[in-house]
Structure formats: structure tokens, C-alpha cells
Nanobody, 121 residues
Framework: QVPLVESGGGLVQAGGSLRLSCVYS????????MGWFRQAPGKEREFVAN????????YYADSVKGRFTISRANAKNTVYLQMNSLKPEDTAVYYC??????????????WGQGTQVTVSS
């Protein structure tokens, strides 16, 4: 059973919006921080945003600050990434992860399979 399942990726024009969702097992990940990372072809996986279990604290990469919003609904076992004003440079595979609140992927022990986001110019 895949512990984290992302959805919501797709093809969008520059300036458009997408909302990614990540469903997790509440029994497995109770208390965990959740993060979104992305990886473009030929590049390393990079931090996008993260959120504490309560949702009270969030952090964003400078490149997405003001455009992306991370949120979670623990009652629905789901974390979201609302992406607005998308740019071609946002094109990547986006991954949901569960672990410690950190900008480093090493702090996250559980990963989803990824969802492709492509932004056309």
C-alpha cells in the first residue's frame, strides 16, 4: 500500500493555477509534518513548501512565496498545494513527503510517487 498518493498535476498555461492533493494514512502519519518538493529533469529535488501537523506553521521556498499555498485537512487525511501564477520554470514532478519539518529532503522518510506539472509559455 502506497503511504502517500498525490494527484492534481497536469498541463497548464503560464499564469494559470493548479491544486495538488496528497492523501495520507492518518494512523501512520499522525503528528508528522508534510512537505512538497519538486524535481525538474536534470536537476536535484528541491524544497517547495512544508507544514506542521497542526497547520499553524508553514514555510516556502523563495521562488514560490506569494504564489503557492500549502494547507492540510487532517480530517480528510489530505495536504494541498495551491499553485497560482504558474511559470514555465515551475515545470517539474511534484512530490509529497512526510517527516520532520525541514527544507531538506533527508528529513522526510516517506514519499509519494509524484505528479507531473507542466507549465507552457
Amino acid at each position: 500500500q502506497v503511504p502517500l498518493v498525490e494527484s492534481g498535476g497536469g498541463l497548464v498555461q503560464a499564469g494559470g493555477s493548479l491544486r495538488l492533493s496528497c492523501v495520507y494514512s492518518r494512523r501512520t502519519f499522525s503528528g508528522y509534518a508534510m512537505g512538497w518538493f519538486r524535481q525538474a529533469p536534470g536537476k536535484e529535488r528541491e524544497f517547495v513548501a512544508n507544514i506542521t501537523w497542526s497547520g499553524a506553521t508553514t514555510y516556502y521556498a523563495d521562488s514560490v512565496k506569494g504564489r503557492f499555498t500549502i494547507s492540510r485537512a487532517n480530517a480528510k487525511n489530505t495536504v494541498y498545494l495551491q499553485m497560482n501564477s504558474l511559470k514555465p520554470e515551475d515545470t517539474a514532478v511534484y512530490y509529497c513527503a512526510a517527516g520532520r519539518l525541514s527544507g531538506s529532503p533527508l528529513a522526510y522518510g516517506y514519499w509519494g510517487q509524484g505528479t507531473q506539472v507542466t507549465v507552457s509559455s
